[in-house]
């Protein structure tokens, strides 16, 4: 689990503690920008991962 990679998002974590974070990747969205999202779609796999798919909503 650990050499698997992790995405965070997160409004008030300034640094991740934990081992192969990615958090000086690609933002999915500029600084400041405020969005809605809505959950478009969560599928559960057996092994414990949940797919998340979200929609981004017009304010």
Request: hydrophobic share 40%; charged share 25%; with cysteine.
């Amino acid at each position: 689990m650990n050499a698997l990679p992790k995405y965070v998002a997160s409004r008030t974590l300034e640094k991740a503690r934990w081992h192969n974070t990615l958090g000086r990747g690609i933002r999915l969205f500029p600084d400041g920008l405020a969005t809605t999202l809505s959950l478009a779609e969560c599928r559960p796999f057996g092994d414990g991962i949940v797919l998340l798919r979200y929609l981004s909503r017009p304010r």
